[in-house]
């Protein structure tokens, strides 16, 4: 099934105080589900919802969730996310479902965490600034992949038993990439983090972590800060 807004808006400003989700699956059994192409704004839940009832193997594409009391965007798992925008969202930016591939989204401004990623996501291509928790949020089998975190509230990427490769951080409020058990952290360039706070371009906790070829300058506490030294976090120096 495909929904096509055509580029227009579902607009929930008349919806009142219910809890109404702009777009919802309402019944379990929906399988690949696209919506693609419009503006879902001002509703008082989640601006899309296909996450509740999961609508598995879906797509959600060139769609912009703002201004809703939920978050804008919630999927399934083994969906595709692709160029869509979450912004002024009173929950998080945009959540997934196990195994989803998350390209050239944009979150900004929503009141909780840019995008919060459940277990075996490949994220790319994507940017989360200025939201009221972390960036990015990933765990388990997880890559986050040439993606940006920008003047977020908490860290700019958080992630355990997962992989962030070839990012950027710059000017979070705590820790550019703060890493937990089992990472691989990778050319990455972390800077000016630790806005107002000591913090860490990359904060390592926990063991088994590998971090190579990461570039960390003028944070407010420490390029690289490996709280428990056991964990036997390796960071080779940068060539050249």
Known sequence: MTLDLGGFTV???ASGSGGFHGIRTSSSGFRSISIV???????DGDGIDIARFPAEQSLVERIHARGNIGTGIRVGGSSIVDRCTAT???ENGLNSGVGCTITNCTVSANGDTGFLLASGNLVSGCTARLNGGNGFSISFDGTIRDCVAVSNTLNGMTASYSSILDCTTN?????GIAASTAC???GNTCSSNGVSTASAGILVLGSD???EDNNCTQNNSLGTDPRRPSGRARHPPRPG
């Open 11 to 13: 607009d929930g400003t």
């Open 37 to 43: 192409n419009g503006i879902v704004s001002s509703w």
């Open 88 to 90: 002024l969202n009173a």
């Open 171 to 175: 000017l979070n409020r705590l820790n």
């Open 184 to 186: 691989l952290v990778r």
């Open 209 to 211: 972590n590998r971090l």
